[in-house]
């Protein structure tokens, strides 16, 4: 496969733009390869600069659980911007979105659009420590929430990749009121709330990672730090940038029948534009500004053409069967997946319609386990799926993701990709 006019626009960026990319992950580093840049992506597809076809299950990160291009959204957008695609006032289509938000999220009572996941959980935490008035909150590792200064702490996804545990640039006195702990490690909760229980204002996590790639969550544990953060009066916020709309409309809480009292949704619903918003219990919300002492705002916030694209798309995912359907291919080509791949040491895990593929020799339950699986092999794999064009997310810090517009050819067409890459294994 050749990639010169990729390679040619990479060299173009790198003269003009930090490593060439807008964000770290996409500059393909840690697998060895150099960033794909892209002309055109419809359905499962993506096809790059050079004319070369992709199968795609980054999907911009989970954004496209419907496809690329779905037409319906591109409609519901084309026409927003017909009248205007920012005002600074607002507008009906963001409460006729919220109200769909409140109507399937459980915890979410109120909510309040921002442009991305990091201002989301930015917010959501100024109001966690507004409300409680404490200061300290519990993060895990390996579970990533944006790259607000306070959470870059043992956080997934590019961080993972960096060679120190955080970023630089972040002083230690910032990053003081964090405390990162092993994932499904509750007797570790246990003490730190023993110890400081009455100065935590909340617990943040991803309930189902997938930012150190798919992990799940061990019976008892999203269920311990529920009882947890009431016995102390702590907030629990789950981040489900990721989860939200991916595991079910109710997003992970009302699949694991698990509520919190804060809950940070992203990526999808924007409908591929930039929003993302943070809701909970209408008493928390309501000491937000205008109302409350917290301050919180954004001049995009809200946006009506991302507003627009995201209520289009709920809409579609609002249908009886939707995730049903999705999870059934996801399971039936994970399935296969693991007939292929038996003995020769590779953990497929997956929950509903997102998966990682990890070389290691037995099931992965937190960032450690990840850390310890085989990334080097993991990067010559990835380069070999390339080569055939199937787009996994570049890295076992990541999920891939399975959208409606995946055919079933294609997704024989990867399995063989698959299986040929590991017979090239020396
Ligand atoms: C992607 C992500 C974020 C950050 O969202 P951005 O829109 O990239 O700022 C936060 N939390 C989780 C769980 C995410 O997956």
Redesign the pocket.
Known sequence: MQRILSEKAYREAVNVIPGGVN?PVRALKSVGASPIFIQHAERDMFTDVDGNNFIDFCLS??VFILGHGNEKVKAAAIKAISHGSSFGIPTEVETELAELVVKSVPSIEKVRFV???????MSAIRLARGYTNRKIIVKFDG?????SDSLLVAAG?GVAQLKQSSSAGVPEEFTQLTISLPFNDLDSVKKIFFEYGKSIAAIIL?PV???MGVVLPQAGFLEGLREITLQYGALLIF?????GFRLGIGGAQERLGIIPDLT?I??IVGGGF?A?AFGGKRDIMDQLAPDGPVYQAGTLSGNPVAMSAGLQTLKLLSTSDFYQDLERKTSIFVARLREITKGKGIIIQQIGSMFTLFFSEKELTNYEDVKQSDLNRFSVFYRKLLEQGVYFSPSPFEANFMSVTHTEAHLEQVLKSVEKALSQES
Request: net charge negative; proline share 7%.
């Open positions: 964000s990160w989970g442009s991305s996941g990091t201002e989301a959980v579970c990533y929430h944006g790259h996804s991803e990672p997938a930012n981040d489900e940038v990721i989860s940070t992203g990526k930039p993302a």
